[in-house]
């Protein structure tokens, strides 16, 4: 499953630079699937949803840092945990019971945006 950012999020900034796939993103910030990833143009992602990679989309969350739940793999394929977890001061980044996800899936959407890593 992929980690969610509770409101108890104190906007620190400490998980972002640790996400291995650029799924963290201030809030209010734009991403893309691109972010840190081998993705480009259009893809279609490991759950069958097609995406151009480069598009820009809109924020999760407008007033706390975020996790984009297509991109979170929970580190595995790089980390024994994850690694926003464990660098959280207020311990705010938790599973997200919304986005359920194997081991077999978080690591084959990880082989799938650094296919090379």
Known sequence: MAIVITDECINCGACEPECPNTAIYEGADEWRYNDGTSLEGDVVLPDGKAVNAEEVQEPISDEI??????????????????????????????????????????????KFMHPDG
């Open 65 to 110: 840092y975020y996790i984009s739940p297509d991109k979170c793999t929970e580190c595995m394929g790089f980390h024994e945990e994850p690694q926003c977890a464990a660098v959280c001061p207020v311990d705010c980044c938790v599973p997200d019971e919304d986005h359920v996800e194997s081991e077999e899936t978080l690591l084959a959407k990880q």
